[in-house]
């Protein structure tokens, strides 16, 4: 059995206060030298090894955590039924308001502007499609660093993602073992992790079937348009798209063209927004707000030195079928 040591186990050896323990611990300056030498030798007697969290938080009284966000995350501001990032800073305020912490949101493409980081604790770095060079700036200023909804092939440096492999294989392997064989895939070709993780999800479902994945890509909605017009003529079941925003563009375009959903072809997202439901998608759900909570609580462990070694954190997801396509 584990034996825990105490602060007022120490105060009992020392003959001091619990009070004046805390303040050896916290090397407040209203403390004798005398003092200060019986605690720190009933510490080591007792072989007693403080918590740098506890320790740290005593001696802040407000943390400073500088949001770095990018255009995309911004820009869904506007539109909270269209936004996948709300509850990402929901999360992370939610976090922020239990401590001592005062949040700072700025734009990551004004990084080189003239503001000042010198007081930041540490860095969130928020948005699909951050790039390399972005992450780096941040990382040159020593403090802690954690990207969310981001994870750069190379870098060694904290990472929040949802589990988008996962995700993408588990709702097709779904719809598989109900006997669809016809399965396409419309992959957004922008750089985001995410999205080459959901399209290598849909590629292993398929091939463990034996069956070949075809996945067609897209750049804009121009595209898109062409490509789902050309598609149907091969009769797919099901078409499944990187995010629900595009896939609501293909329900779009299929009611444009006189196809019945979920009769002619069905229809998978992924994300689960909120308009999502409007449209009775069938999606994949990212859990989004412990995803910004998650990655507040991790900054705060590294600003406070706890388990410094970057980690990346996936979150799982989970199926949420609805009547874009037939079961």
Same mark, same amino acid.
């Given at each position: 059995?584990?034996?825990?040591?105490?602060?007022?186990?120490?105060?009992?050896?020392?003959?001091?206060?619990?009070?004046?323990?805390?303040?050896?611990?916290?090397?407040?300056?209203?403390?004798?030298?005398?003092?200060?030498?019986?605690?720190?030798?009933?510490?080591?007697?007792?072989?007693?090894?403080?918590?740098?969290?506890?320790?740290?938080?005593?001696?802040?009284?407000?943390?400073?955590?500088?949001?770095?966000?990018?255009?995309?995350?911004?820009?869904?501001?506007?539109?909270?039924?269209?936004?996948?990032?709300?509850?990402?800073?929901?999360?992370?305020?939610?976090?922020?308001?239990?401590?001592?912490? @005062? /949040?700072?949101?700025?734009?990551? !493409?004004? =990084?080189?502007?003239?503001?000042?980081?010198?007081? $930041?604790? *540490? #860095?969130?770095?928020?948005?699909?499609?951050?790039?390399?060079?972005?992450?780096?700036?941040?990382?040159?200023?020593?403090?802690?660093?954690?990207?969310?909804?981001?994870?750069?092939?190379?870098?060694?440096?904290?990472?929040?993602?949802?589990?988008?492999?996962?995700?993408?294989?588990?709702?097709?392997?779904?719809?598989?073992?109900?006997?669809?064989?016809?399965?396409?895939?419309?992959?957004?070709?922008?750089?985001?992790?995410?999205?080459?993780?959901?399209?290598?999800?849909?590629?292993?479902?398929?091939?463990?079937?034996?069956?070949?994945?075809?996945?067609?890509?897209?750049?804009?909605?121009?595209?898109?348009?062409?490509?789902?017009?050309?598609?149907?003529?091969?009769?797919?079941?099901?078409?499944?798209?990187?995010?629900?925003?595009?896939?609501? @563009? /293909?329900?779009?375009?299929?009611? !444009?063209? =006189?196809?019945?959903?979920?009769?002619?072809?069905? $229809?998978? *997202? #992924?994300?689960?927004?909120?308009?999502?439901?409007?449209?009775?998608?069938?999606?994949?759900?990212?859990?989004?707000?412990?995803?910004?909570?998650?990655?507040?609580?991790?900054?705060?462990?590294?600003?406070?030195?706890?388990?410094?070694?970057?980690?990346?954190?996936?979150?799982?997801?989970?199926?949420?079928?609805?009547?874009?396509?037939?079961?």
């Amino acid at each position: 059995m584990i034996e825990i040591i105490t602060t007022k186990d120490i105060a009992k050896i020392a003959n001091v206060s619990i009070a004046t323990v805390s303040r050896v611990l916290n090397n407040n300056p209203n403390v004798s030298e005398k003092t200060r030498k019986k605690v720190i030798m009933a510490i080591e007697s007792l072989g007693y090894e403080p918590n740098l969290f506890a320790k740290n938080l005593a001696k802040k009284n407000k943390w400073n955590i500088a949001i770095g966000c990018t255009e995309e995350v911004f820009e869904g501001f506007k539109d909270s039924k269209n936004n996948f990032y709300l509850p990402i800073m929901s999360g992370i305020k939610e976090y922020f308001s239990k401590i001592k912490a @005062e /949040i700072f949101i700025f734009s990551i !493409e004004d =990084k080189k502007l003239n503001i000042s980081f010198n007081d $930041v604790d *540490g #860095f969130l770095l928020v948005g699909g499609g951050l790039k390399k060079e972005d992450i780096e700036f941040f990382l040159k200023y020593k403090k802690p660093v954690v990207v969310v909804d981001e994870y750069v092939w190379g870098l060694d440096v904290d990472s929040i993602v949802s589990n988008g492999f996962l995700g993408t294989y588990n709702i097709v392997r779904f719809f598989l073992e109900k006997g669809y064989k016809k399965i396409v895939y419309f992959h957004f070709k922008e750089k985001h992790y995410s999205f080459e993780q959901r399209k290598l999800g849909y590629e292993k479902a398929l091939l463990e079937k034996d069956l070949i994945p075809k996945i067609y890509s897209f750049q804009d909605i121009t595209d898109l348009k062409n490509l789902t017009k050309n598609v149907m003529k091969e009769k797919p079941e099901i078409i499944v798209t990187s995010k629900d925003l595009c896939a609501i @563009e /293909i329900m779009n375009i299929l009611n !444009e063209n =006189k196809y019945k959903i979920p009769d002619d072809v069905g $229809v998978i *997202g #992924f994300d689960d927004l909120k308009i999502s439901e409007d449209f009775q998608l069938t999606t994949v759900r990212v859990p989004r707000e412990e995803m910004g909570n998650l990655a507040a609580g991790r900054l705060f462990d590294l600003v406070n030195g706890v388990n410094p070694h970057p980690i990346v954190i996936s979150l799982f997801t989970k199926p949420i079928i609805r009547k874009s396509v037939k079961i």
